[in-house]
């Protein structure tokens, strides 16, 4: 499948401001500032990490991960070897003003 059946969430991809993808699974950042992704759990295709934030500012995915830009947090979430677990340098990611992603 590698991600590309976006049919359950399809009702939630209202006004799109930008898609970003893994290897399996995509994400994109509504005009509204919420995250909705799709895909393969593992490789980012779910998001609960980023439900309760508004306003995302920016969106990076590796090959495995996604990071989301909100009021200066990050949230991550994906496969870990990927990016996807920050929780051990969340109390790090405080004011943070941009996101880069690289292939890991």
Request: proline residues 1%; contains cysteine; aromatic residues 6%.
């Amino acid at each position: 499948e590698y991600g590309g059946d976006s049919s359950n969430i399809q009702h939630q991809l209202q006004e799109v401001r930008h898609v970003h993808s893994t290897d399996q699974a995509f994400a994109a950042i509504l005009s509204t500032g919420r995250v909705v992704a799709w895909g393969l759990h593992q490789w980012g295709g779910d998001c609960p990490t980023v439900q309760g934030l508004r306003d995302v500012q920016r969106l990076e995915a590796t090959a495995g991960a996604f990071a989301a830009l909100s009021d200066g947090r990050v949230a991550t979430w994906g496969h870990a070897d990927f990016g996807g677990d920050s929780a051990s340098v969340a109390n790090l990611l405080t004011d943070v003003k941009e996101v880069k992603a690289n292939m890991r």
